[in-house]
């Protein structure tokens, strides 16, 4: 596949135009529609947005992009059609629209990796020098101890907090020459503090049965949880009987019985093949019997 030689972008500057630079080889699969990217404009540099990839330009004295601020676009194409509505709707310029899209971290093109301080210990330590350190300092030999089981470093913060310890602790130890600091980039993660739990299977009530029932419309479709509750009450009601009745009885709610067979049609496709579909019952025949196969249910 060919890549683009050249970007059409929006400055960050109220120029009411937009610019046409040269894609560098080095950046041609990095470039994209909206992507943010460093470019030359007159005499400095500026930050920008692509908008649009071609292929030839009629620009005169064309100019390369200096650098892509980002791994990938940080504006989708959706995003910028609406940028172009919004510029024309409410007559403003496009500049200030897309400004107004992007977080201002993202606009001064300051997006960093989340720092963390990571702790580890110096070197290994005796029993009798960590026995020495625990009757002057318990605090220390408790941390110090602690350190001693990981093999790597581990967060400053999460073990200070583990062993309810204040940072001067963990500084006195480093000061003694016992555990060494350093900084480390980690992944943000916004949910890293929560716990999932997933939901149980649920059971309808009577009540949830017959609220289900005043949404039931042709064409809807009833996931087989629901159906297994309205084929046992169908079963249940039309046992002995010889045809499909003409409506299904639901607590508090009659449905009529246009919408029984888009139930059992629907019911019939989705539980096909489990064993949740009540048997036929014994004294069903004649019309009812040749009903129910048309319908694919029982038989």
Known sequence: ???????????????RRELDYAIPEVLADRVS?????????????????????????????????????????????TLLELARWISNYYCCPIETVIRSLLPQVIRRAEVGWKKQQFVQISS??????????????????????????VAGPVPVAEVLARLSLNPSTMQALVKRGFAKLHEAAVPRDPHGDERFVANPELTLNEEQCAALAKVVLPNRTIPSRYCTVIYQRASAMMSGTKSIPAALVLPNRTIPSRYCTVIYQRASAM?????????????????????????KIWG
């Open 1 to 15: 596949m060919k890549l683009s030689s050249f970007a059409r972008v929006i400055v960050d500057r109220a120029i």
């Open 33 to 77: 529609i909206g992507s943010r990217v460093r470019v030359p404009f007159r005499d400095r540099s500026a930050l920008a947005t692509v908008v649009a990839l071609i292929n030839e330009t009629s620009a005169k004295g064309i100019r390369e992009i200096e650098a892509v601020i980002g791994e990938s676009p940080t504006l989708s194409p």
């Open 124 to 149: 290994s330590v005796s029993a009798d020098t960590l026995a020495k350190i625990r009757r002057r300092a318990p605090r220390q030999a408790e941390l110090l101890h602690e350190l001693s089981k």
């Open 271 to 295: 539980m096909s093949g489990t064993k949740s579909i009540p048997a036929a019952p014994a004294s069903l025949s004649g019309h009812g019997a040749r009903s129910l196969r048309r319908l």
